[in-house]
Structure formats: structure tokens, C-alpha cells
């Protein structure tokens, strides 16, 4: 196993029964190795600068802005773009010298708000500058930086929003390009699950700043993190699967459900390959996969579940972590009552998340029974994980609903963070 790259996994269940089909929930944690150096920036900003920005919001976007570009070094590479009714780049992408930077910030305080909401031209304008330098020797972001739901140039609001979670999605998978989103304000002024959901797409985190004050903090957050690159384009592959996948979800850092996999047969026997994005320094990523296995024609006592393996580019090498997952069969009861509490913490983790993607549709069905089942089962599972701050999320939109109010745009993008946050033992 390369030291650049580790790979841990474990079962929920280490024994399964010896008849029937049996559900197992396979742990996948992934971590970059000690001692590794941050990776040099390319980065590219895509600011919101629609009329709705006008005022105090343009005004401490500006100033966010130029806070990260001051952080910059000349090993770092960056641009930053607008969108309104159409959108433009402001500074194109460039190493980061002393003169590019004042230049870079002198341009950024002049822009003024005005237009529509176009962010698909956005992401666009933005991915053009960026895709071109994206290499595994450096790590390719876009923050993006939104207070209103997308439009076309006339302003109308777009209604479908597959165009643009497909084309954050093929960005990332094609050219290696992350994007994390940035909600200014009110969560009523945007869609706050439609940000989430393309920073999912994206291999990226949303963020929500409600006041315009906060936005430095989030801005500076993000960035944070990104700058902790040690790992670029990290791929998980599971070869050699004696089984069916439900489902492949990210719990640790936060969440993130994936499309299932697809299966190819390979002369590795049946395998499927995720890109999971970038590691970042001392942080573990962890995912879980769900498995279905016939039962076996023999008690052979232990057999194979899959091979696991992490893949990535270091140095310029190619580095690869990988592990056997083995089976054992039982028909012991102690035995297969026997759980990995690490595993099933991830697992309850998961369900909650769900839970939440439950409360969002039973929230845009304006079906307040539905909502209040949905809600008692999610109080249950973050009173179970111990989540206090979730919990009184929840308690505040049970008492809502009791009261006959309706639960806010607000409250559901509070809830959605909360969920995204996972709690890990000890």
C-alpha cells in the first residue's frame, strides 16, 4: 500500500447467515499520508453580480473576493468572472505575482450590479478560464457566490434545473474541476437545496451566509480548505464484487449521495470506479456501500466481498491503495448479531441525510402530514446521534406546523447544513 494514499474498510455486519440473500454495509475510508505539501492553486471565482446585489451585498462580496485573491502566492494560479444577464471575465487566469494581484484587486472593486441571474453562463465563463490548467500537480476549484435563484437573460426564473447540475457534473467528472457554492442572504431569495445540490455535483461544500457581514467568514472557510489540497482527482475503485450495489454515498467529511455505479465486468470480475475529488491535509473521507450477496454454495468459512482500492497522481506518479474485504459465514446467532458500531454510526448518518431529502419533498408537497411523520422519524435519528443544534432545528418547525405556519425556506436551509454535518464517534 503506497504511504501516499491509505485505504481502511470495514463491515457493519462481519458475519452473514448462511441462507438467503443478505444486505451488508461496506465502510470505505480514504486518507492522504503524512508528510505530504500542499498543493498549488487554480482557482476560479464566479460572483453573482445581478441587480439584487446592489448595496451592501456587492459591497462585502468585493471586499470577500479580494481577501482571497490577497492570500494568493505566485505558485497559485487564479480568475475571477461575473454573471448577470450574461456574464464576462474580470481577471483572467493568471499566476498570482505581486503586480497581478493589485491589478486583480483594483478590478474586482470597480464592479457594479446589475441584470438578471444568469448563472449557467456563469459556470460557463468560469470553467473556461480554469479547465485548461487543471493538472493533478495542482488542485482546480470554483467558488461560486449567488443571492438569487437562476434566470434566463430576461430575467424569468429557470424552472428546470438539470441543465445546470449536469453541467457542474461533467465538469467535474471530464476535467477535474470542483465547485463549491456560497448562498448570500436570506435562503427565501435563493434555492438553497438547487446550491447544495450543484456543490454535490460538483465534489464541492455549500455554504450559507445569511447576513452580508458573514460572508468573508465563509468565503475565507472554503478557502481554507481548498488550500489544504495535498490530494488531487482521488478515485475509489471496487473490483472483484461477488454482489449487488444499492447505493455509494460520502458521510465523513459531510454528505454526499452519488448515482449508483455503473458495473462493468473487467478481468477484474465486476468493478465500478468513483473520481471523489481532492484529500485534504489530515482529513480522513469516508463512504459507505451498500451490498446485497447471495448466500454462498458452500460454508467455505470466509470468502471474498470485493477489492478496494484509492487511486490518484502524486508527484507525478501514479499511487494506489488497496485492500481485500472478506466475508465470514456463520450460522452462529451471537455471531450475526454481532455490528461494528463505526460502521453503523456512518449508516444512521446517512439515513438522517435522507431523512432530510424526505423533509424537503414532503416540504414542496405542502402535505403537513407528511411532514410532520417525516419530522418525528429525523428527530428521532439526530436525538439518536446526539446532534443538539439539528435537533432544536427540528423542534422549531414541529412547533411551526402545530401552530399552523408554514416551515420557511430559512428553516429547511438550516437543517439541510445541520444534516450535511457529520458527528463521528469519540
Same mark, same amino acid.
Given at each position: 500500500?503506497?504511504?501516499?494514499?491509505?485505504?481502511?474498510?470495514?463491515?457493519?455486519?462481519?458475519?452473514?447467515?448462511?441462507?438467503?440473500?443478505?444486505?451488508?454495509?461496506?465502510?470505505?475510508?480514504?486518507?492522504?499520508?503524512?508528510?505530504?505539501?500542499?498543493?498549488?492553486?487554480?482557482?476560479?471565482?464566479?460572483?453573482?453580480?445581478?441587480?439584487?446585489?446592489?448595496?451592501?451585498?456587492?459591497?462585502?462580496?468585493?471586499?470577500?473576493?479580494?481577501?482571497?485573491?490577497?492570500?494568493?502566492?505566485?505558485?497559485?494560479?487564479?480568475?475571477?468572472?461575473?454573471?448577470?444577464?450574461?456574464?464576462?471575465?474580470?481577471?483572467?487566469?493568471?499566476?498570482?505575482?505581486?503586480?497581478?494581484?493589485?491589478?486583480?484587486?483594483?478590478?474586482?472593486?470597480?464592479?457594479?450590479?446589475?441584470?438578471?441571474?444568469?448563472?449557467?453562463?456563469?459556470?460557463?465563463?468560469?470553467?473556461?478560464?480554469?479547465?485548461?490548467?487543471?493538472?493533478?500537480?495542482?488542485?482546480?476549484?470554483?467558488?461560486?457566490?449567488?443571492?438569487?435563484?437562476?434566470?434566463?437573460?430576461?430575467?424569468?426564473?429557470?424552472?428546470?434545473?438539470?441543465?445546470?447540475?449536469?453541467? !457542474?457534473? @461533467?465538469?467535474?467528472?471530464?476535467?477535474? %474541476?470542483?465547485?463549491? +457554492?456560497?448562498? /448570500?442572504?436570506?435562503? $427565501? =431569495?435563493? #434555492?438553497?437545496?438547487?446550491?447544495?445540490?450543484?456543490?454535490?455535483?460538483?465534489?464541492?461544500?455549500?455554504?450559507?451566509?445569511?447576513?452580508?457581514?458573514?460572508?468573508?467568514?465563509?468565503?475565507?472557510?472554503?478557502?481554507?480548505?481548498?488550500?489544504?489540497?495535498?490530494?488531487?482527482?482521488?478515485?475509489?475503485?471496487?473490483?472483484?464484487?461477488?454482489?449487488?450495489?444499492?447505493?455509494?454515498?460520502?458521510?465523513?467529511?459531510?454528505?454526499?449521495?452519488?448515482?449508483?455505479?455503473?458495473?462493468?465486468?473487467?478481468?477484474?470480475?465486476?468493478?465500478?470506479?468513483?473520481?471523489?475529488?481532492?484529500?485534504?491535509?489530515?482529513?480522513?473521507?469516508?463512504?459507505?456501500?451498500?451490498?446485497?450477496?447471495?448466500?454462498?454454495?458452500?460454508?467455505?468459512?470466509?470468502?471474498?466481498?470485493?477489492?478496494?482500492? !484509492?487511486? @490518484?497522481?502524486?508527484?507525478?506518479?501514479? %499511487?494506489?491503495?488497496? +485492500?481485500?474485504? /472478506?466475508?465470514?459465514? $456463520? =450460522?452462529? #446467532?451471537?455471531?450475526?448479531?454481532?455490528?461494528?458500531?463505526?460502521?453503523?454510526?456512518?449508516?444512521?448518518?446517512?439515513?438522517?441525510?435522507?431523512?432530510?431529502?424526505?423533509?424537503?419533498?414532503?416540504?414542496?408537497?405542502?402535505?403537513?402530514?407528511?411532514?410532520?411523520?417525516?419530522?418525528?422519524?429525523?428527530?428521532?435519528?439526530?436525538?439518536?446521534?446526539?446532534?443538539?443544534?439539528?435537533?432544536?432545528?427540528?423542534?422549531?418547525?414541529?412547533?411551526?406546523?402545530?401552530?399552523?405556519?408554514?416551515?420557511?425556506?430559512?428553516?429547511?436551509?438550516?437543517?439541510?447544513?445541520?444534516?450535511?454535518?457529520?458527528?463521528?464517534?469519540?
Amino acid at each position: 500500500m503506497a504511504d501516499e494514499l491509505k485505504i481502511r474498510t470495514a463491515l457493519d455486519k462481519e458475519f452473514r447467515p448462511l441462507r438467503g440473500d443478505f444486505l451488508q454495509t461496506l465502510m470505505i475510508e480514504v486518507s492522504p499520508g503524512r508528510g505530504l505539501n500542499t498543493l498549488p492553486l487554480n482557482l476560479g471565482i464566479l460572483l453573482d453580480v445581478s441587480g439584487s446585489m446592489e448595496g451592501l451585498k456587492l459591497e462585502n462580496a468585493r471586499q470577500a473576493c479580494q481577501l482571497l485573491l490577497d492570500q494568493l502566492g505566485p505558485q497559485d494560479r487564479a480568475a475571477v468572472c461575473t454573471f448577470s444577464s450574461g456574464a464576462r471575465t474580470i481577471v483572467p487566469s493568471q499566476m498570482f505575482t505581486d503586480s497581478v494581484k493589485a491589478d486583480a484587486k483594483r478590478t474586482v472593486a470597480g464592479v457594479n450590479s446589475m441584470g438578471a441571474t444568469e448563472v449557467l453562463r456563469g459556470l460557463n465563463q468560469v470553467y473556461s478560464e480554469v479547465a485548461p490548467h487543471h493538472s493533478p500537480e495542482v488542485t482546480t476549484f470554483v467558488i461560486l457566490l449567488s443571492d438569487g435563484e437562476p434566470t434566463d437573460a430576461q430575467g424569468y426564473f429557470a424552472e428546470e434545473m438539470t441543465p445546470f447540475l449536469e453541467r !457542474a457534473d @461533467a465538469e467535474f467528472k471530464t476535467n477535474g %474541476v470542483s465547485l463549491s +457554492t456560497i448562498g /448570500l442572504g436570506p435562503a $427565501s =431569495d435563493y #434555492d438553497a437545496s438547487f446550491l447544495r445540490d450543484l456543490a454535490d455535483r460538483g465534489a464541492g461544500k455549500f455554504l450559507m451566509a445569511k447576513e452580508p457581514q458573514e460572508l468573508a467568514d465563509a468565503f475565507q472557510d472554503e478557502f481554507g480548505r481548498i488550500q489544504s489540497t495535498v490530494i488531487s482527482d482521488v478515485t475509489i475503485e471496487v473490483s472483484r464484487l461477488n454482489g449487488k450495489v444499492r447505493r455509494f454515498w460520502r458521510v465523513v467529511p459531510d454528505k454526499k449521495i452519488f448515482d449508483p455505479p455503473k458495473i462493468e465486468d473487467t478481468g477484474a470480475g465486476a468493478t465500478f470506479r468513483v473520481p471523489v475529488g481532492s484529500l485534504q491535509n489530515d482529513q480522513p473521507q469516508s463512504y459507505v456501500v451498500d451490498i446485497v450477496t447471495s448466500a454462498p454454495q458452500e460454508n467455505v468459512g470466509r470468502g471474498l466481498l470485493c477489492q478496494v482500492a !484509492a487511486e @490518484a497522481t502524486v508527484g507525478g506518479q501514479i %499511487v494506489r491503495g488497496e +485492500t481485500n474485504v /472478506l466475508v465470514s459465514y $456463520s =450460522d452462529n #446467532d451471537i455471531e450475526l448479531a454481532q455490528r461494528n458500531p463505526e460502521v453503523t454510526k456512518l449508516l444512521e448518518e446517512a439515513i438522517d441525510y435522507k431523512l432530510q431529502m424526505d423533509l424537503e419533498q414532503a416540504v414542496k408537497s405542502g402535505d403537513k402530514r407528511k411532514m410532520t411523520a417525516v419530522l418525528e422519524r429525523k428527530k428521532k435519528m439526530t436525538q439518536r446521534l446526539g446532534k443538539t443544534s439539528a435537533t432544536k432545528v427540528l423542534d422549531d418547525m414541529e412547533q411551526t406546523i402545530e401552530a399552523g405556519g408554514d416551515i420557511t425556506p430559512d428553516d429547511l436551509a438550516v437543517s439541510s447544513v445541520e444534516s450535511k454535518k457529520t458527528k463521528r464517534l469519540g
